[in-house]
């Protein structure tokens, strides 16, 4: 097949368009990576979506396929509040985790995991959330469970409650995480898109 469309009468010509569609293709209609990686994803939902665009995104910034390792968890769902963390809204740690960054749902959430598994600043997908960091821990989430930040307790009900998910480990934590290392990626990273391939990087 390939020597056939590489033929010397007919293969110059369309060597030369596919040159050209390839050059107007890196430098008009994508200006990132991630928005070219994006593309290639289409409307299609999901884990296997998500995977798609971030090997995507990695195979366009090196030529390297990057391919996260994946672990069946138990999922469940917490708050800020009381019944989650034992402080109330008046209490001067409320709202901020283990790790000293404020709780949050956005593009890239916080989590709470165990830490000998998953070190804080490690960035998971999770199917049916997205993107969570590991910023909290907990006394009872021990070995492979971890729990995924919601702004109320009926969020937690209606939007998740529990479940066994295979997780995907986009980037192996430091022990470390930032509030402007948070806002950063949060802000680097769109619905619907990957996560750009600096933030996947140890």
């Known amino acids: 097949m390939v ?10 010509p369309v060597l030369l368009l596919l040159t050209i569609i ?5 430098t008009g209609s994508c ?32 030529g390297k396929k990057f391919k996260p390792d994946t672990i069946e968890v138990v999922a469940t769902g917490y708050t800020a509040g009381e019944e ?3 402080k109330s809204p008046g209490h001067p ?35 049916g959330y997205g993107y969570g960091v590991v910023a909290d821990t907990g006394s009872a989430i021990k070995g492979k469970r971890i729990d995924l930040y919601f702004e109320t307790i009926k969020e937690v009900y209606e939007q998740w409650g529990k479940r066994t998910v295979q997780v995907e480990v986009l980037r192996k934590g430091t022990g470390k995480l930032t ?11 769109e619905a619907g898109k990957p996560i750009p391939q600096t933030y996947l990087e140890s």
Not at 41 to 49: F, L, M, P, Q, V
Not at 99 to 113: M, Y
Not at 122 to 127: A, F, R, S, W
């Open 3 to 12: 020597t056939s469309f590489f033929d010397m009468k007919k293969g110059f």
């Open 22 to 26: 390839v050059i107007a293709f890196h």
């Open 31 to 62: 200006s990132s990576p991630a928005e070219a990686a994006s593309k290639l994803g289409g409307a299609a939902g999901g884990k296997a979506a998500s995977k798609n665009l971030i090997q995507a995104a990695a195979a366009s910034q090196g």
């Open 84 to 86: 989650s963390t034992g």
């Open 93 to 127: 740690q409320y709202g901020i985790t283990y790790s000293g960054v404020k709780v949050r749902r956005d593009q890239v959430s916080t989590i709470a995991a165990d830490t000998k598994l998953f070190p804080i600043g490690t960035l998971l997908y999770i199917p």
């Open 179 to 189: 509030q402007a290392w948070l806002n950063q990626i949060n802000l680097a990273t």
